[in-house]
């Protein structure tokens, strides 16, 4: 019996024997064949350079940290989201009569745009926090956890659990047993799935029940549906139940000591990320009771609601694009995994996500390095990666909406796999 920390994908990989060519046909839709090939799999070259060399490439300066400046971006998104918060106090009464916000149209728009700035706001500070992790926020790693925590634990992040789990994300991006977060399903899970759907429609549908099956599977209704549900819970789902993660045969869960993503001397850490959660929720119900549930609804649960969005918006499409590879066994390295992200332009979005969207190839190079020095880092790094440097400036809800729809499974073997549809 495999042990609790063995993730499913290993153990299928493990016991996966040759390969046999089904003789059924029952669960490829004529519409959209499993069998799609991508052509990014022919064209696929392994990256030519070592990790020292990419470094040598980068000024030295980009790696220096300036503990000032990194507080004065964290003075600058925390002044904005007060300044935000303080604007939106006089929303309901117009600020002091200034404005007519009688109507309950006027108002709903007004506290919808502040949702969204906030949200804006918020997810740069939780950007920040991020940094602090990687020890990209300065160079003592206690000022680095303090800054980390208080942020993190204030938007509901179990900070130390989140670290721990990510770091091992860094360490195997794109190895297909152990990266921990946005592992593909493999062709079989995914036909197994679609068998579901089929056995779901009614008898009466006759031979043609599977391909129904793989026909609601795909069609633009059901996958607009499920991308809402992705962007709305996606986050909280993954740090409760690590949806996405890798498959294990016991309740995984950030908030959990036992969890087989944590070692056991990480438990502290797993008890102080739950504590700074549990303080942020305890302030809630506070506020819950001494204003309102529609008070702290308005100025946190919705603005929260756009952090979510945008962290698994950004976060999706920086993983998820037919042009990646995804590795398994010794065919997997470091510098392949690192390379296993795109750049994305989120527009003017990119100033207040602190770059982590345009500059991620970076990040994942050298998570250490200061954020603020990752755009002159990555100008640097476009000119030695060449073509093995992945961007796409497309319009970013397009581009998420065509890795939803074109980035369904990779295949059940095989040491370099690409997404297929």
Not at 131 to 152: I, K, R, T
Not at 187 to 214: M, V
Request: proline share 5%.
């Amino acid at each position: 019996m495999a042990p609790e920390s063995t993730t499913l994908n290993q153990r299928k990989g493990a016991s996966a024997g040759p390969s046999k060519q089904s003789t059924k046909t029952t669960f490829v839709s004529k519409r959209h064949p499993l069998t799609t090939s991508n052509p990014h799999y022919k064209a696929y070259e392994a990256p030519p350079f070592t990790l020292k060399e990419l470094r040598d490439a980068v000024p030295a300066e980009c790696f220096k940290h300036s503990t000032v400046k990194s507080l004065a971006y964290v003075a600058l998104d925390v002044s904005m989201a007060a300044g935000l918060f303080y604007l939106a106090m006089g929303i309901d009464d117009g600020w002091g009569g200034l404005v007519d916000t009688s109507s309950a149209v006027v108002r709903t728009a007004l506290w919808f745009l502040y949702s969204v700035a906030q949200g804006i706001v918020c997810t740069g500070i939780w950007v920040i926090a991020h940094e602090c992790g990687h020890g990209g926020f300065s160079a003592s790693p206690s000022l680095n956890h303090a800054v980390g925590w208080v942020l993190h634990s204030a938007l509901l992040v179990p900070y130390f659990s989140w670290k721990i789990t990510h770091s091992k994300h860094h360490k195997a991006c794109g190895n297909m047993d152990k990266d921990q977060v946005f592992v593909p399903d493999v062709r079989s899970d995914y036909k197994n799935r679609i068998r579901k759907a089929g056995e779901a429609i009614p008898e009466e549908h006759g031979q043609q029940e599977e391909e129904e099956g793989d026909m609601f599977e795909l069609s633009p209704i059901v996958d607009l549906f499920k991308l809402i549900r992705q962007q709305l819970f996606g986050w909280p789902a993954y740090i409760l139940s690590n949806a996405s993660g890798q498959r294990f045969n016991v309740w995984t869960s950030h908030f959990h000591t036992t969890s087989p993503i944590f070692s056991p001397h990480q438990a502290y850490q797993v008890r102080l990320s739950v504590l700074g959660v549990a303080i942020t929720l305890s302030t809630l119900a506070y506020f819950v009771h001494t204003t309102s549930f529609m008070t702290v609804l308005k100025y946190y649960i919705v603005p929260y609601l756009w952090v979510n969005h945008w962290l698994v918006m950004i976060t999706f499409l920086q993983h998820t694009d037919v042009r990646l590879p995804h590795y398994r066994g010794d065919e997997w390295d470091f510098l392949k995994g690192a390379l296993c992200t795109v750049d994305r332009d989120f527009g003017f979005l990119n100033y207040f996500f602190h770059h982590i969207t345009d500059t991620h190839v970076a990040h994942h190079l050298f998570s250490n390095m200061p954020f603020y020095n990752a755009e002159k880092a990555t100008a640097a790094l476009k000119k030695k990666l060449g073509k093995f440097y992945l961007y796409d400036d497309s319009p970013i809800f397009l581009s998420m909406w065509r890795s939803y729809r074109n980035c369904r499974f990779v295949e059940d073997e095989g040491d370099v796999v690409f997404y297929k549809r």
